[in-house]
């Protein structure tokens, strides 16, 4: 499969026109956007995507370059959805094939807090729930889940006990935890830094759990 030369003409172009405006030193901040977008957007990367779209389906191992892909794709729209001047651009880049989604788990035993924040990370993936760490545990164990955010005090098992059975059954799950807890004195402090562990407290806002879990999810596919 070739780049025909339309396309290919089309990406020089705008390189072209991007260098003469840096030259000129008349390039603005939104033409600069214009530029990345479009070359995001261009035929080049339709292509591009498919492929490794058929490819993840088939080849276990270019399931990192998908899981890639969509994390830049993402990072994108994160910088576009904080620059509301850039609306049209973002809108832009959503269009875009994707090739990847991220699931995520939500372990809380209050339905509703566990709904509210399901729903401030579904931009972020496919988000699914458990009420307590049990339930937490046998969904891990049927699926990878790139991040999970857990309370600590829970009914059956709690979000301490959770994690310390997840990462004796999968130990390179350590990283993608993020507590996210009302009570958080001395003692859990304590144990969340003697193990590195990442943090929330309730309530926390909305950017903040979204970033914490784009942070976890941005981290080198393993």
Known sequence: MELNSATKQKVDDYFLLCEKRIEANSLTKEQIVDFVVSTEFSEWNDMFLYVVNT???????????????????RYVERFLEARPEFSRFLKRIQSLLMVWQE?????????????????????????????????????????????????????????????????????????????????????RIAFFNKNNLKYLTKPSP???IKRAVANILRRKTQ
């Open 55 to 73: 490819l993840k389906r088939n080849y276990r191992e270019f399931i990192p370059a998908a899981v890639n892909i969509q994390q830049h794709k």
């Open 103 to 187: 699931k995520i788990l939500v372990v809380d035993d209050d339905n509703m807090l566990a709904g509210l924040v399901a729903a401030i990370l579904e931009d972020e993936g496919a988000v699914e729930t458990a009420a307590n760490g049990d339930e937490g545990l046998k969904k891990i164990g049927g699926k990878y889940f790139a991040a999970i955010v857990t309370d600590v005090d829970m009914p059956i098992m709690d979000g301490i006990e959770f994690y310390k059975k997840a990462v004796e059954i999968y130990p390179n799950m350590k990283d993608r935890f993020l507590f996210f807890t009302s009570a958080v004195g001395e003692k």
């Open 206 to 208: 909305i950017d903040d």
